[in-house]
């Protein structure tokens, strides 16, 4: 009697095995509460206030500190070295914050000392009756221990969320983070129609609103969220045109029509259509750096779209990004777009900015003026526009230098560097194609940040930053040893 060998059904041809096992393996009770920590951070005005900003922290540094317990030390190893870099920029950050005697100050930034003597009263009144004081190498310390908690917060996050995401059903995660940026951007485009100086048309701002978009008091600040929205959202258009097989010349129309009611054919749609009114939005906020940036990022995605993709497949999708930047930029007018752009008065502000910001690079050229202290190192330096004040230097390369000198300036390019290896070691997994375009679309979300910052400072956003975060994690995340391809 022959034996019978018994074959198990393969499963469909639209659907990745490494989705089927990702049902069981990855579950949306790890996902929520990634989503209601970036929903609270866009929806609340991008989280400026303590009230906002405060829980989104506590909450943020919880749901890392449970992903790096709970989680095996193989996939908490990508972000080791990221850890480890981190942790010398928070010493760094420290090291501003220790008291020194006047005469350690003078040596070791002799300008905090010249600045704490006007700034500091307490300081400068006990130089004069004891001719001895002691102040932290930080202009501010109070504003430096409140960077130092927003670094530490952010980092427990990025480690933890990094290490918990092989639980988290990514997909599932993405196409809600695609939902709310469909329902922003829709928001942003009418609140902008019928704007009356007030944000969701009930709240009134502390500073001022007219350069106000969508739940931001600064449209450059919507542009940057949307930016790493968008470029997520493309990635996961990417990974679905992967799930879509082969030219169907030889189905009939019914089952074409059949085909056209699949669970990934409609996620594709959807995912297409809040792709569509995202970039749409980046445009109407007339955000030089946002446009710019998601420009190159387009420039980007459609190149690798063009080197890995093959045939029809090929041409539909690069067709697809090319036409989004097209539609978004036709229905707010070429010629309005281009008529902004070519208005440089704002970016000749910033210019003149940088040049004032360079006298305190140079005094404070190795420790910096501290963290999160450019805005009290403005008061006492003159600036060439005095009917304003610079809370921000309008880029965080400029800021960071200014306030940590070179050797925070090091230990930050450092942690860039450690971020930039572990990306490019995830890339060198084994993976799903599907898998390896949605890394790819946190990753340009990641590079449209950076270029949008050269001339902006949407980061330091609590909303967008943690945003931020949340792409770099699925960057460098591994995935189960069961979902990678055999």
Same mark, same amino acid.
Request: charged share 10%; hydrophobic share 50%; glycine share 6%.
């Given at each position: 009697?022959?034996?019978?060998?018994?074959?198990?059904?393969?499963?469909?041809?639209?659907?990745?095995?490494?989705?089927?096992?990702?049902?069981?393996?990855?579950?949306?009770?790890?996902?929520?509460?990634?989503?209601?920590?970036?929903?609270?951070?866009?929806?609340?005005?991008?989280?400026?206030?303590?009230?906002?900003?405060?829980?989104?922290?506590?909450?943020?540094?919880?749901?890392?500190?449970?992903?790096?317990?709970?989680?095996?030390?193989?996939?908490?190893?990508?972000?080791?070295?990221?850890?480890?870099?981190?942790?010398?920029?928070?010493?760094?950050?420290?090291?501003?914050?220790?008291?020194?005697?006047?005469?350690?100050?003078?040596?070791?930034?002799?300008?905090?000392?010249?600045?704490?003597?006007?700034?500091?009263?307490?300081?400068?009144?006990?130089?004069?009756?004891?001719?001895?004081?002691?102040?932290?190498?930080?202009?501010?310390?109070?504003?430096?221990?409140?960077?130092?908690?927003?670094?530490?917060?952010?980092?427990?996050?990025?480690?933890?969320?990094?290490?918990?995401?092989?639980?988290?059903?990514?997909?599932?995660?993405?196409?809600?983070?695609?939902?709310?940026?469909?329902?922003?951007?829709?928001?942003?485009?009418?609140?902008?129609?019928?704007?009356?100086?007030?944000?969701?048309?009930?709240?009134?701002?502390?500073?001022?609103?007219?350069?106000?978009?969508?739940?931001?008091?600064?449209?450059?600040?919507?542009?940057?969220?949307?930016?790493?929205?968008?470029?997520?959202?493309?990635?996961?258009?990417?990974?679905?045109?992967?799930?879509?097989?082969?030219?169907?010349?030889?189905?009939?129309?019914?089952?074409?029509?059949?085909?056209?009611?699949?669970?990934?054919?409609?996620?594709?749609?959807?995912?297409?259509?809040?792709?569509?009114?995202?970039?749409?939005?980046?445009?109407?906020?007339?955000?030089?750096?946002?446009?710019?940036?998601?420009?190159?990022?387009?420039?980007?995605?459609?190149?690798?779209?063009?080197?890995?993709?093959?045939?029809?497949?090929?041409?539909?999708?690069?067709?697809?990004?090319?036409?989004? +930047?097209?539609?978004?930029?036709?229905?707010?007018?070429?010629?309005?777009?281009?008529?902004?752009?070519?208005?440089?008065?704002?970016?000749?502000?910033?210019?003149?900015?940088?040049?004032?910001?360079?006298?305190?690079?140079?005094?404070?050229?190795?420790?910096?003026?501290?963290?999160?202290?450019?805005?009290?190192?403005?008061?006492?330096?003159?600036?060439?526009?005095?009917?304003?004040?610079?809370?921000?230097?309008?880029?965080?390369?400029?800021?960071?230098?200014?306030?940590?000198?070179? +050797?925070?300036?090091?230990?930050?390019?450092?942690?860039?560097?450690?971020?930039?290896?572990?990306?490019?070691?995830?890339?060198?997994?084994?993976?799903?194609?599907?898998?390896?375009?949605?890394?790819?679309?946190?990753?340009?979300?990641?590079?449209?940040?950076?270029?949008?910052?050269?001339?902006?400072?949407?980061?330091?956003?609590?909303?967008?930053?943690?945003?931020?975060?949340?792409?770099?994690?699925?960057?460098?995340?591994?995935?189960?040893?069961?979902?990678?391809?055999?």
């Amino acid at each position: 009697m022959t034996g019978v060998v018994t074959r198990q059904p393969a499963p469909p041809p639209h659907v990745a095995a490494s989705d089927l096992s990702s049902h069981t393996a990855r579950s949306p009770r790890h996902a929520w509460p990634l989503f209601l920590l970036v929903a609270w951070g866009v929806i609340l005005f991008g989280a400026v206030y303590p009230w906002a900003y405060i829980p989104l922290l506590v909450a943020a540094a919880a749901v890392g500190a449970y992903g790096w317990s709970s989680s095996p030390a193989r996939h908490r190893q990508p972000v080791r070295g990221v850890v480890t870099a981190l942790l010398a920029v928070a010493c760094v950050v420290v090291v501003q914050l220790i008291p020194l005697p006047t005469t350690w100050l003078s040596r070791v930034s002799p300008a905090t000392d010249t600045v704490a003597r006007q700034f500091d009263l307490a300081y400068a009144a006990s130089q004069a009756t004891t001719g001895s004081a002691r102040h932290p190498i930080s202009i501010a310390p109070d504003a430096t221990m409140k960077g130092l908690a927003f670094l530490v917060a952010l980092s427990v996050f990025l480690a933890g969320v990094t290490a918990m995401m092989a639980r988290v059903r990514l997909k599932w995660l993405i196409r809600r983070i695609a939902g709310l940026g469909l329902v922003m951007a829709l928001f942003g485009i009418v609140q902008r129609g019928t704007f009356n100086g007030k944000l969701y048309w009930v709240w009134t701002p502390i500073n001022t609103a007219g350069n106000a978009f969508g739940s931001f008091v600064n449209r450059n600040h919507f542009a940057g969220w949307m930016l790493m929205a968008a470029a997520l959202t493309a990635g996961y258009v990417c990974s679905l045109m992967v799930l879509q097989h082969g030219p169907r010349r030889h189905l009939s129309w019914r089952q074409r029509i059949g085909s056209m009611s699949s669970s990934d054919v409609n996620r594709l749609l959807f995912a297409s259509c809040a792709l569509a009114v995202m970039v749409l939005s980046i445009v109407w906020t007339l955000s030089r750096s946002g446009i710019t940036a998601f420009a190159v990022a387009t420039g980007l995605l459609s190149t690798l779209v063009s080197a890995r993709f093959r045939g029809r497949r090929r041409i539909v999708t690069v067709t697809f990004l090319l036409l989004v +930047v097209v539609f978004a930029i036709s229905w707010k007018g070429l010629d309005t777009v281009y008529d902004w752009f070519s208005r440089t008065s704002t970016l000749e502000w910033r210019f003149a900015l940088w040049r004032d910001t360079l006298a305190i690079v140079r005094d404070f050229r190795w420790f910096g003026t501290g963290l999160n202290t450019y805005g009290v190192s403005t008061l006492v330096y003159p600036m060439s526009d005095p009917s304003r004040h610079a809370m921000e230097a309008h880029s965080d390369y400029v800021q960071v230098a200014s306030e940590g000198g070179i +050797v925070l300036a090091a230990a930050a390019a450092f942690a860039v560097l450690q971020v930039g290896r572990a990306i490019r070691a995830s890339f060198k997994q084994p993976q799903t194609a599907s898998l390896y375009w949605v890394r790819t679309g946190a990753t340009l979300g990641l590079v449209a940040m950076a270029i949008q910052e050269l001339t902006d400072f949407s980061l330091q956003m609590p909303g967008n930053a943690v945003l931020f975060v949340l792409l770099a994690a699925i960057a460098m995340h591994r995935p189960p040893r069961h979902e990678r391809p055999q």
